[in-house]
């Protein structure tokens, strides 16, 4: 089918996607570029872990500003701006080596995470007002190939970063990035619908935080969610199969990498999943179902570390079924945000949700290092446990009567 026999919707989901595609493309590969390019230059773990902690701070601040400068400006500027900012923090890197010192990497990385977060929340919140409010179950199709996809894409970013770092070098590598996110950034620019997601009245910036009982009900499940993954798989994991399972650093990243594609994937799977057979939506009475489901994971994994048995039957195996529940659970909450997300100023509510994700991030990282070096994986591993324990309950709170028909 030709690109002008497509519908506007799809033509403009489809450039929504691409930018979001590329983008994470290019987030997943500088990621990766910096921990090895840094590592050579014998850079400690630690030291590498400080140059993405802005990254993850501005994540919380931009989520929260980005939502309403969306409802003010329009998805499309803040998703061309996000793209803008990342070829500008790409080209940060491309000074003279002896420039490239931990604070102006750490504020490139600033940049980057805002430009992610800008094209995150853009993203997300374009889906909604493509798809008609009477077609929940497109709705929830149209999120979960986006986040899925989303995600494998940023392990594929992983393999491509090792790829272009080890054929073009540092230098080189950033620098074929920052041109083609470039030309797809004027692209965008051409392309993307100029009044995409603006609000009818204009916010005003004390209405950031969000009124709607759902959104912060959900916002807050979601905060110990990702704090629930991140407290044990940001730092204590790769850690853990270095230092005690011996893997070397390339296979220790091929590993999270395959990782991360396999949760994308599933999480395209959600909707077959978790639909019913009688067309009703995921509602708060799925993701209390698929929060318990998921708490059993990390109980396991631990009690089998405590018990003595190996790694390899124990904490991998356990590793793999965490990362298939927790895709499903996380594909739910990223539907559930778009659906009770308010039609006018959609941004405003998506942001502010994504803003307690990126909360959830910052904390389980933050807790990752400090309970790994201080009391070891088990630990980290428990208190995943007791995260996803006050998610569950807190998802009780949310609406139970969202159906998925279309005739809703």
Known sequence: ???????????????????????????????????????????????????????????????????????????NRTMNLGLALQVVALSMLLVPAAWLTVPWVMAAQALSGIAKDLNKMSAKSSIKLLVPKDAQSTLYLWVARLTGSKNALKGIGFFLGGILLSLYGFQGAVLSMALVLALIWVSSMISLKKDLGKARNKPKFTEIFSKSRSVNILSAARLFLFGARDVWFVVALPVYLAATLAWDHSAVGGFLAAWVIGYGFVQTLAPRITQRKNGTAPDGATAFRWACLLLSTPVLIALSLEAGLSAYWG?????????????????????????????????????FYYMANAMGRLLGTVLSGWLFQSYGL??????????????????????????????H
């Open 315 to 351: 904490l991998l195996p356990g590793l793999l079924l965490f990362g298939a529940v927790f895709a499903i659970n996380s594909s739910l909450h990223s539907y559930l945000i778009v659906s009770y997300a308010g039609e006018d100023g959609v941004s405003l509510d998506v942001g």
């Open 378 to 407: 088990v630990t980290c591993l428990w208190v995943s446990a007791v995260f996803i324990g006050i998610t569950a309950v807190i998802s009780l709170a949310l609406p139970v009567h969202e159906p998925l028909s279309e005739s």
């Open 1 to 75: 089918m030709s690109w002008s026999a497509l519908t506007p919707e799809i033509r403009q989901y489809l450039l929504v996607t691409g930018n979001y595609w590329a983008f994470t493309l290019t987030d997943g590969a500088l990621r990766m570029l910096v921990v090895l390019h840094f590592h050579g230059l014998g850079y400690s773990p630690l030291q590498i872990a400080m140059l993405f902690l802005f990254y993850e701070i501005f994540g919380v601040v931009t989520n929260l500003v980005g939502g309403w400068l969306g409802a003010r400006l329009g998805l």
